[in-house]
């Protein structure tokens, strides 16, 4: 069973910085590629990150580059998204997902359900 739970979430000033957890069954780590996407009510979700196995391999949307990193610790079986610099753009509800590969038009096969991020002054 794939098992994908994120926590970190919560609102931030713009400038700020958060941490996203995403604690990621054994299985899971092992066989996908792990990242992050977000979506705001009435648009479509955009990828952000995502990092492939071994050797870890890290995705970033153009949107995040130079801001955003992506990490992750088997010994955890947990993936990261360390989100600096944050904007009011960055707003949306973040979801952490399994997919078969990075990529920008990589499909999630399977998701968490979700953690707010609010960048507002």
């Known amino acids: 069973q794939v098992q994908l739970v994120e926590s970190g979430g919560g609102s931030v000033q713009p400038g700020g910085s958060l941490r996203l957890s995403c604690a990621v069954s054994?299985?899971?780590?092992?066989?996908?590629?792990i990242g992050w996407f977000r979506q705001v009510p009435g648009n479509e979700r955009e990828g952000v990150s995502c990092?492939?196995?071994?050797?870890?391999?890290?995705w970033y949307a153009d949107s995040v580059k130079g801001r955003f990193t992506i990490t992750r610790s088997n010994a955890k079986n947990t993936v990261y998204l360390q989100m600096s610099d944050l904007k009011s753009e960055d707003t949306a509800v973040y979801y952490c997902?399994?997919?078969?590969?990075?990529?920008?038009?990589?499909?999630?096969?399977?998701r968490g359900q979700g953690t707010q991020v609010t960048v507002s002054s």
């Open positions: 990092i492939s196995g071994s050797p870890a391999s890290p």
């Open positions: 054994r299985f899971a780590l092992d066989y996908y590629a």
């Open positions: 997902a399994a997919y078969a590969g990075c990529g920008r038009g990589a499909v999630e096969l399977y």
